[in-house]
C-alpha cells in the first residue's frame, strides 16, 4: 500500500544553520543582518501559511530551514523543511495532544509541550520561533548550549522569568519581538500574523 508523504525540491544549499555556522565565520552579523531579517521574515511568512491551513510544524529550528537561492540572482531565500513531526489540527480542536513529547526537541518547546499534560498549539511554534530566532541572530550561535535539556529545570527556570540574554549585536527591537514569543501563557504570544505585520 502506498503511504503518505510530502515531496519537497531538492534544495543543495542546506540548511540554515549549517549556512550560519559557516558565514559567521567569515562575514561580521552587521552585514548579514539584512539577509537574516529576510530569513526571519520568510519564515514567519511560511508558518502563516501552515496555520492557515490549521498544521503546527513541533521542530521548527534552523536546522529544519533549507537555503533556496534565486534564478539568476545573488539572493538567497529560505523555506520550512522537514515535517515529519506537523500535525493537523482538526477545525473541531484547538491543540493537539501529544504523550510521546519527550521524544521531541525540547530546547525548542514551549512549557506545555513538556508539561505532564503536553498539548502543542498555532502558539507553541510561536515558541519555537523565537528560539529560532535566537539561533539566526546570535553571532556567537551558542543559544542552545545556554538552555538546559531536562524539562523540569526549562519550566522552572522560565516562570522565574528567566529569558534568554539579548546578544550584543541584535537591535533591542528585534529582541523584544522574540521575547514576545515566549509569554507562558500561549494566548499571551505574539501572533505569526502579527510578526509579519511588524517585520514588513
Known amino acids: 500500500s502506498a503511504s503518505n508523504g510530502i515531496v519537497m525540491e531538492y534544495l543543495p544549499r542546506g540548511s540554515l544553520e549549517s549556512y550560519l555556522v559557516d558565514r559567521k565565520k567569515r562575514i561580521a552579523l552587521t552585514h548579514l543582518e539584512p539577509d537574516l531579517l529576510r530569513f526571519i521574515m520568510q519564515i514567519a511568512i511560511g508558518m502563516v501559511a501552515l496555520q492557515k491551513h490549521r498544521i503546527i510544524h513541533r521542530d521548527l529550528a534552523a536546522r529544519n530551514i533549507l537555503i533556496s ?14 515535517f515529519g513531526l ?14 510521546s ?29 523565537g528560539v529560532t530566532g535566537f539561533e539566526i541572530l546570535d553571532p556567537t550561535s551558542k543559544v542552545v548550549s545556554m538552555l538546559p535539556s531536562d524539562p523540569s529545570i526549562l519550566t522552572r527556570k522560565f516562570e ?23 509569554s507562558m501563557e500561549p494566548e499571551d504570544r505574539i501572533t505569526f500574523q502579527q510578526i509579519v505585520e511588524l517585520l514588513g
Do not use: H
Open 69 to 82: 537561492a534565486r534564478p539568476n540572482s545573488s539572493y538567497l531565500d529560505v523555506k520550512i523543511a522537514d
Open 160 to 182: 522565574s522569568g528567566w529569558r534568554l540574554e539579548k546578544p550584543g549585536e541584535m537591535k533591542k527591537w528585534m529582541y523584544s519581538l522574540l521575547l514576545r514569543c515566549w
Open 101 to 129: 513529547s519527550l521524544f521531541l526537541p525540547t530546547k525548542w518547546l514551549a512549557p506545555e509541550c513538556y508539561s505532564s499534560n503536553p498539548r502543542f498549539t498555532m502558539q507553541s511554534d510561536v515558541w519555537s520561533f
Open 86 to 99: 506537523s500535525r493537523s489540527i482538526p477545525t473541531s480542536k484547538d491543540e493537539y495532544i501529544d504523550s
